[in-house]
């Protein structure tokens, strides 16, 4: 753990820098193509001839891994050791990643001689143009720091380089309790997390033998590094994987996870770990608590809508063909680790599905979390880690406080429902997984907003507040048209109204809506049939608007 953590493009200087730093810091220094070759007792011009690309980094990811056992060091890599998936979220976990920014120009420039290396294929310049283009957006979402090396020594960029990881350490973790009625457990909020994942299982759970439940991306991404932290620690792991998305929390699926959980050996003193979105965490968490009538389970949300949303509560679910989340259970975990470093490979519609419910919480905490989030919005469309840190650390304080108040959805829990009642409807007209849920809730808010006003429940202006938050995290009305174009004409206000009926949360057949007040006061109310059939057919008309 924390290494400096060397990445570029040929001719960046990684090595040179990153000796001349390993000096300075009085560190270890560490070149990974020579660790390959040591490894392999292989050059790695003969690995690449004789086992071809996909060997090669293979075997520079085995490299890699081994290195997070290694004392804090300072790791040259190889330039294309950040186009492997799995070798991004590693290099982040293993310490600070440095990027050390060239041109194409400067580079062939520095290598001289050496600028015929077999990777330009003699192609000069515009190869070397090529392949940092195709690259460099890869270099940036790997990287935790920049440092320009153009027109530096490497003594200079050495200092530049030491200066960004001196940095004050980023925020420390945040410890945020959750109340369960008969005790507490805690969510943690920081960086790097994933690596200490055994010793923060083992003081939450106790247990030497645990099931690693997962789906394949978060899998491919983050599950040989949990795997490995887990068995660090002297735990004995099962592997379980279920295909990514939805279909996976099935009754059919959590019935074949409980008989793999059997096979592996799993008792009463054996633990949970979810690793993934919100689907393997209700899917998991619904599996613990039933195995063997309950064992511990720990979320480790991957996603922005896990971490701030659906790990906390201790809510478990899986889908029936009758309705999403008909049958599930209370199930508080022993504990949430939320790692946001393991965002960064997030794809942007997950991004935005889980900002949309880290804004529900801003709206309904009101206060200096609203002022917080909305002055953090520029750091947060470029996944800032100081940004991501805080939002995270917001959206569970408020979450924690509502469900810790109503451990089983009594009332108050039910402002959570902000922008769900049309949300959910329009998710149910349009085929589950056809919209973009956080876009539908999005609407939902909007909606609510609007009806609010109409009602004289919500002040003038809130609906503006909504809607231009809404806008700035990519929730706007752009991205529903271009996600949705046909939703408001494709439903009729009656067939909307009738979706909303049919939701588990509704009361009778009687329709609730959670309004605004303003930002920090909400209302939940029910609403007669003839209002919102009026309202929806002008939400409907808006659509058709040019
Ligand atoms: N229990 C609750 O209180 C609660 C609350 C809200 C939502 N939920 C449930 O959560 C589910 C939705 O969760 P979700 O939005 O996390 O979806 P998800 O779990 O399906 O994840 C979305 C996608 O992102 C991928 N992914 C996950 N982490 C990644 C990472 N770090 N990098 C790249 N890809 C990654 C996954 O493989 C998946 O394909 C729904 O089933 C919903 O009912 C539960």
């Known amino acids: 753990m924390n290494h400096v953590v060397i990445t570029g493009f040929m001719g960046a200087g990684k090595t040179t820098v990153g000796r001349l730093v390993a000096t300075r810091l009085g560190r270890e220094f560490i070149d990974l193509d020579a660790e390959i070759e040591r490894r392999e007792g292989l050059s790695v011009t003969a690995l690449f001839r004789e086992r071809g690309e996909t060997g090669f980094r293979d075997v520079e990811h085995a490299a890699l891994a081994s290195l997070t056992e290694a004392p804090p060091a300072v790791i040259a890599t190889g330039g294309g050791a950040v186009l492997r998936e799995d070798n991004q979220l590693l290099l982040r976990e293993i310490g600070t990643v440095v990027y050390l920014a060239v041109t194409p120009e400067e580079a062939i420039g520095r290598l001289g001689g050496a600028g015929d290396r077999p990777l330009l294929a003699g192609g000069g310049l515009a190869a070397a143009r090529a392949i940092l283009d195709a690259r460099l957006s890869l270099y940036a979402a790997t990287a935790d720091r920049v440092v320009d090396t153009v027109g530096r020594t490497a003594d200079e960029v050495a200092d530049a380089v030491i200066a960004e990881v001196a940095e004050p350490a980023a925020a420390p973790t945040e410890r945020v309790t959750v109340g369960t009625g008969s005790g507490v457990y805690e969510v943690l909020i920081g960086r790097g997390l994933l690596g200490d994942l055994s010793s923060h299982v083992t003081a939450a759970t106790g247990a030497r033998t645990v099931a690693l439940v997962s789906d394949e991306s978060v899998w491919g991404l983050a599950g040989d590094l949990a ?320």
């Open 227 to 546: 795997k490995a932290a887990l068995e660090r620690g002297g735990i004995a792991v099962s592997e379980h994987l279920v295909p990514d998305g939805e279909p996976s929390k099935s009754w059919e699926q959590a019935g074949m996870l409980l008989e793999r959980f059997a096979a592996s050996g799993l008792d009463r003193s054996s633990a949970v770990v979810a690793l993934g979105g919100g689907v393997v965490g209700d899917l998991a968490g619904f599996c613990a608590s039933v195995y063997m009538r309950g064992i511990p389970v720990v979320h480790v949300p991957t996603t922005l809508l896990a971490q701030v949303d659906s790990s906390i509560g201790g809510k478990t679910a899986v889908d029936l063909v009758a309705g999403k989340n008909l049958a599930g259970s209370f199930w508080p975990p022993a504990l949430v680790l939320a790692d946001i470093d393991v965002l960064r490979s997030l794809p942007d519609a997950e991004w935005i599905n889980g900002l949309v419910e880290a804004a529900k919480a801003a709206l309904l905490k009101g206060g200096e979390a609203l002022d917080r989030f909305e002055a953090r919005l520029g750091d947060l469309s470029d996944r800032d880690a100081g940004a991501v840190h805080g939002l995270v650390s917001d959206a569970v304080a408020f979450k924690a406080g509502v469900v810790s108040a109503d451990l089983r959805e009594a009332d108050l829990r039910e402002c959570l429902n902000f922008g769900h009642t049309l949300g959910h409807a329009l998710e149910v007209l349009a085929g589950y997984g056809s919209l973009p849920h956080g876009l539908a809730v999005a609407e939902g808010m909007r909606f609510a907003c609007a009806l609010g006003e109409r009602l004289g429940v919500t002040d003038a202006g809130v609906a503006g507040r909504v809607s231009a938050l809404l806008d700035a995290i990519g929730a706007g009305a752009d991205a529903w048209q271009s996600a949705a174009p046909d939703v408001r004409a494709s439903f009729t206000p009656e067939a909307v109204l009738g979706a909303m009926r049919s939701d588990k949360k509704s009361r009778g057949g009687v329709v609730r809506f959670v309004l605004l007040e303003r930002p920090g006061a909400w209302r939940a109310l029910p609403v007669d049939d003839a209002v919102l059939l009026e309202e929806l057919e002008r939400w409907r008309m808006a659509g058709e608007e040019p």
